[in-house]
């Protein structure tokens, strides 16, 4: 679809760009699908599995209230249940590892389904802000380690896509945080269904 500066692109974690919101429900639509290719070719299921949906601020003003900043939603889901909480999640650019603070995180049991069966029963859902300059950068690896077992695991190795007023900014500094309002707006409006009750 068309990027439009009113309408933000919203990558999700298949980095195809929608326009809009992702709520929890339709990621796990799209997830659910994912599973069960998956499962067509690998019955046994996997380990864990780390999916991103990336997002912007919806126009240039509410970009510079987030200091420059875009959000990574961050669904992780494992078979062992030690291996929750992340124990870091973080951004590798030009060679030098940056940890990345959780703005929230809710853990959920997955129901039966697919997902259970291709990925786990155990899920912990993340946010975090992130440098948009680097969210659009193609050699920019986000990585995580789980509690246990995995360390360095690669959940996003290509550039999200960014709307026209973020890509034409010359200004690629990052300014104040935004406020835990300005972050509920974007989180409620972003993410409906994720983190309610986590601002």
Same mark, same amino acid.
């Given at each position: 679809?068309?990027? /439009?500066?009113?309408?933000?692109?919203?990558?999700?974690?298949?980095?195809?760009? @929608? =326009? *809009?919101?992702?709520?929890?429900?339709?990621?796990?639509?799209?997830?659910?699908?994912?599973? =069960?290719?998956?499962?067509?070719?690998?019955?046994?299921?996997?380990?864990?599995?780390?999916?991103? &949906?990336?997002?912007?601020?919806?126009?240039?003003? !509410?970009?510079?209230?987030?200091?420059?900043?875009?959000?990574?939603?961050?669904? @992780?889901?494992? #078979?062992?249940?030690?291996?929750? %909480? $992340?124990?870091?999640?973080?951004? /590798?650019?030009?060679?030098?590892?940056?940890?990345?603070?959780?703005?929230?995180?809710?853990?959920?049991?997955? %129901?039966? *389904?697919?997902?259970?069966?291709? +990925?786990? !029963?155990? /899920? !912990?859902?993340?946010?975090?802000?992130?440098?948009?300059?680097?969210?659009?950068?193609? &050699?920019?690896? $986000?990585?995580?380690?789980?509690?246990?077992?995995?360390?360095?695991?690669?959940?996003?190795?290509?550039?999200?896509?960014?709307?026209?007023?973020?890509?034409?900014?010359? &200004?690629?500094?990052?300014?104040?945080?935004?406020?835990?309002?300005?972050? #509920?707006? +974007?989180?409620?409006? !972003? +993410?409906?269904?994720?983190? =309610? *009750?986590?601002?």
């Amino acid at each position: 679809m068309a990027a /439009r500066a009113q309408n933000v692109p919203h990558i999700v974690y298949d980095k195809n760009t @929608a =326009e *809009g919101p992702v709520s929890l429900r339709a990621f796990d639509k799209k997830l659910e699908k994912q599973a =069960e290719e998956f499962l067509k070719v690998h019955p046994q299921g996997a380990d864990r599995l780390a999916q991103s &949906d990336g997002s912007y601020p919806i126009d240039a003003k !509410e970009y510079n209230i987030f200091g420059r900043r875009g959000v990574i939603l961050l669904a @992780a889901i494992v #078979k062992n249940a030690n291996e929750l %909480p $992340l124990k870091r999640v973080y951004m /590798r650019v030009d060679g030098m590892d940056t940890g990345l603070i959780p703005l929230a995180r809710v853990r959920r049991q997955v %129901p039966s *389904g697919p997902i259970r069966e291709a +990925y786990g !029963e155990f /899920r !912990e859902d993340s946010l975090y802000l992130l440098p948009a300059s680097v969210m659009a950068r193609s &050699d920019v690896l $986000l990585l995580c380690d789980f509690a246990v077992n995995r360390e360095g695991f690669i959940f996003s190795n290509s550039a999200y896509l960014v709307p026209d007023f973020i890509a034409n900014d010359p &200004d690629k500094s990052i300014g104040p945080a935004p406020s835990e309002d300005a972050l #509920k707006t +974007y989180v409620d409006r !972003e +993410y409906p269904g994720f983190f =309610e *009750g986590a601002f």
